[in-house]
């Protein structure tokens, strides 16, 4: 059997994530056009036949803004190592200083790199030019694809071919090795993002309090926090539709996860900028950097 890890790194909004779900074959990892929506490592597995590769999927490698943005950053790099294979995901439609960046940190890695530019769909050619140049020095390997129009067959071909002989790590029906809870939790945000605007979905978290298991039903109640008062109006929105609509969209999803009828609750809570505050932080990602 042909195994490994496959690590999909990059700048933010490169299609990481589509890429990841279009490889995979069905939606693991949440998506959004805005960047910055994966804020933590996730393991989506696919097993054939012949075959289990385990795709990682990584946030955007930028420069931090924050502090939250510093440890989304070292969650990026630290998932860079122990790999078998990195996936260095350019878009053909803008390529800038962060994937400069990036290939400063993979540069100096003794890990085999593929090269892959996405978002063929709506190529620039100029912008291709610039990708295939920040490429040519990394891989002999560059593959041309548009995820969100599902051409990665040849694609994963080729990493699957590419891996080792090796055992499988996981049962076969296991998709990714995220708790249900964490699940939950990025299909809400992931709601947030395609529903708000400007700075209202970096500075919300959601945490899961309580999952209730009945027989015909799953109650979830999980609470939304924001950074400031102002941010709680705007998640709430006028007579509360905001949220409605939020948990409206959220649910289906959920229900479609785990193919059961769900109650969802959602609940708003301030915390005065969360997203600077270590204890918080500490509490969302520490897991990932131990």
């Known amino acids: 059997m042909k195994s490994g890890f496959v690590c ?15 490889l995979v074959g069905e939606k693991v990892c949440i998506v959004s056009q805005k960047p910055g929506t994966t804020r933590n490592r996730i393991n989506a597995i696919l097993t054939l036949k012949d075959a ?4 990682v999927d990584t946030p955007g490698i930028h420069k931090p803004l924050h502090l939250m943005g510093n440890y989304m950053l070292k969650i990026a790099i630290s998932a860079l190592e122990g790999n078998d294979l990195i996936l260095f995901v350019l878009s ?10 990036v290939a400063q940190k993979l540069r100096d890695l003794k890990v085999p790199i593929f090269g892959v530019i996405n978002k063929m769909d709506i ?34 071909d080729r990493i ?31 709601k947030i993002f395609e529903l708000t605007r400007e700075e209202i979905p970096y500075s919300t978290a959601v945490d899961i309090d309580q999952i209730e298991d009945e027989e015909n039903l799953t109650r979830i109640y999980a609470t ?23 948990g409206t969209l959220a649910r289906k999803d959920i229900e479609y996860l785990i193919d059961k009828h769900v109650f969802l609750s959602l609940h708003v809570k ?13 509490q969302i990602f520490g897991d990932e950097l131990r």
Not at 8 to 22: E, H, L, M, R, Y
């Open 270 to 282: 301030v915390k005065d900028k969360w997203i600077e505050d270590q204890k918080i932080l500490n």
């Open 52 to 55: 289990q590769v385990v795709f």
């Open 224 to 246: 939304i926090l924001v950074a400031k008062d102002s941010q709680k109006g705007i998640i709430l929105g006028k007579n509360g539709r905001m949220i409605r609509d939020i």
């Open 160 to 190: 699957i071919s590419f891996l080792p002989q090796g055992p499988k790590y996981y049962p076969d029906d296991i998709v990714t090795d995220r708790p249900l809870s964490f699940m939950i939790s990025e299909i809400v945000r992931e």
């Open 123 to 156: 190529a620039n050619n100029a912008m291709v030019e610039k990708a295939r140049d920040i490429l040519k020095n990394l891989t002999d390997e560059i593959f041309e694809i548009s995820a969100l129009k599902g051409e990665t067959n040849k694609l994963l």
């Open 8 to 22: 999909v790194a990059g700048s933010p909004s490169v299609g990481k994530s589509t890429i990841v779900n279009a």
């Open 92 to 101: 053909a439609s803008k390529v800038g200083r962060s994937d400069i960046m």
